[in-house]
Every structure is written in structure tokens, then in C-alpha cells.
């Protein structure tokens, strides 16, 4: 599985664009915002992006999803079902991020266990409420990465003083469906620097106290 990288908004968000070596088929994954940068992006490495891919409902994860999703005809995919409080909150948002609201419609929700394809590429889609109800990461197998948006970062986990997130959900999460990964499952989190799931369990301090 290739990948890029593309910090966007004043969150740094990593929009990450992934594709498939043989097809060139590539998904957006929460692209929060800048779809300029995104599409430049797109042009520079001569993808077909077929998908958008969201892990959850806050408003630097999705900011230009709608706008890419009708410029490139393309479906929305996720969060889960329970986001549907932030999505139908867009403009209450707005005052929390400090970020300009958006127009997200016609998304299709997305289950726990879920598999979707890109080109010759499998995602697995998983279930991990905690920094908010209806959060899913994305997991490929054959490359051993996980795009896990807001659940963990590098020596860190996703906010819990939010409305409807919830600490202990999210330690559950992480215990339950990210740490059997395994130890070499590269980490590409939803802000901040690469990590892996070892290193986690040695450094990250949530989990010392929590494992």
C-alpha cells in the first residue's frame, strides 16, 4: 500500500491519500480541509481516487470531503452510524474548532468488520468509540497499517473532554482492537508524527497505566 501524508488545517490534520500500486485506484482519507493541497497532490502522483474515507465526524477530519467527493464524483464513506450527532452538528462545531463549517451529505456509514477495496488494496474497518461515539479506524493487513485517526498518537490517545466522548470507551478501543494488531502494525494517526503499536505499549503513558 503507498501513502502520502498532507498535514491541512490549523489542526495539522493528517489527510492521508493511499493507493494502490498496480491500479493507481487511491482513497482520500479525512481530508479536513485545503482540497487544493489534496488535489495537487492527486495530480502530482497521476492517481484514479475512487473513495473518501472518514473516521469520524469533527470538523477538521472532513471539511472538504463534500467538496472532493462532487468534484471527483466519488462516494463518502464512515464514520459509523453513531457520529451522526457531530455530523448533523456541523455549525455547533464550527464554535468549538474555530474552523469554518462545511457541508457534509449523502455519506455512507460504515460498521465494525467492514471491508472495502481499492483497487487490488483490502481496508478492514473497525469500530473504536471513545474520543467520539461513531469513530472507525482502517486497517490493511498485507502492508501491516492502520490509519487510526483520533484513537491514539504517537505517546498519546484522542481528546475525551468532548461531548460524547468517553475515556474508559476509549482505552477499550485501543485494548480490545488496536493493541491485538500486533507490534509492527505501523500507526498513521490522525495528527502528529508515524508511530507503531510496540512502541505505544512501551512509551505511551495511557496505556503503561492501562495494559
Same mark, same amino acid.
Not at 469554518?100 to 468509540?129: A, D, E, M, R
Given at each position: ?10 489542526f ?5 491519500i ?5 491500479t493507481?485506484?487511491a482513497?482520500i482519507?479525512d =481530508?479536513g480541509g485545503?482540497h487544493?493541497k489534496i488535489?495537487?497532490?492527486i %495530480? *502530482?502522483?497521476?492517481l484514479?481516487? @475512487?473513495k &473518501?474515507?472518514i473516521?469520524h ?5 472532513i471539511g472538504?470531503a463534500?467538496?472532493l467527493?462532487n468534484?471527483?464524483?466519488i =462516494?463518502?464513506l464512515?464514520?459509523?452510524?453513531k457520529?451522526y450527532?457531530? %455530523? *448533523?452538528n456541523i455549525n455547533?462545531? @464550527?464554535? &468549538?474548532?474555530q474552523?469554518?463549517s462545511?457541508t457534509?451529505?449523502k455519506?455512507?456509514?460504515l460498521?465494525?468488520?467492514?471491508q472495502?477495496s481499492?483497487?487490488n ?5 473497525y469500530h ?8 472507525i479506524?482502517?486497517f490493511?493487513?498485507?502492508s501491516n497499517?492502520l490509519?487510526s ?5 504517537k ?10 466522548s468517553n475515556?474508559n470507551?476509549?482505552i477499550?478501543?485501543?485494548k ?5 494488531l500486533?507490534?509492527?502494525v505501523i500507526i498513521i494517526p490522525?495528527?502528529g508524527p ?10 505511551n503513558?495511557?496505556l503503561?497505566?492501562n495494559?
Amino acid at each position: 500500500m503507498n501513502y502520502i501524508i498532507i498535514p491541512v488545517t490549523n489542526f495539522f490534520q493528517n489527510c492521508c491519500i493511499i493507493w494502490c500500486s498496480t491500479t493507481l485506484h487511491a482513497a482520500i482519507i479525512d =481530508p479536513g480541509g485545503e482540497h487544493n493541497k489534496i488535489i495537487d497532490n492527486i %495530480i *502530482k502522483y497521476k492517481l484514479s481516487v @475512487k473513495k &473518501i474515507l472518514i473516521t469520524h465526524g469533527h470538523l477538521d477530519h472532513i471539511g472538504s470531503a463534500y467538496i472532493l467527493s462532487n468534484i471527483y464524483k466519488i =462516494p463518502i464513506l464512515g464514520p459509523h452510524k453513531k457520529d451522526y450527532f457531530w %455530523i *448533523k452538528n456541523i455549525n455547533f462545531q @464550527k464554535n &468549538i474548532f474555530q474552523i469554518p463549517s462545511c457541508t457534509f451529505t449523502k455519506n455512507i456509514w460504515l460498521k465494525n468488520n467492514n471491508q472495502i477495496s481499492i483497487g487490488n488494496l483490502i481496508l478492514t474497518v473497525y469500530h473504536c468509540p471513545g474520543h467520539t461515539p461513531g469513530h472507525i479506524v482502517f486497517f490493511n493487513k498485507l502492508s501491516n497499517i492502520l490509519i487510526s485517526g483520533d484513537v491514539i498518537f504517537k505517546k498519546n490517545i484522542g481528546r475525551t473532554d468532548l461531548p460524547l466522548s468517553n475515556y474508559n470507551d476509549l482505552i477499550c478501543s485501543i485494548k480490545q482492537k488496536i493493541l491485538p494488531l500486533g507490534n509492527n502494525v505501523i500507526i498513521i494517526p490522525g495528527h502528529g508524527p508515524i508511530t507503531n503499536i510496540g512502541y505505544e505499549i512501551l512509551n505511551n503513558p495511557f496505556l503503561k497505566k492501562n495494559y
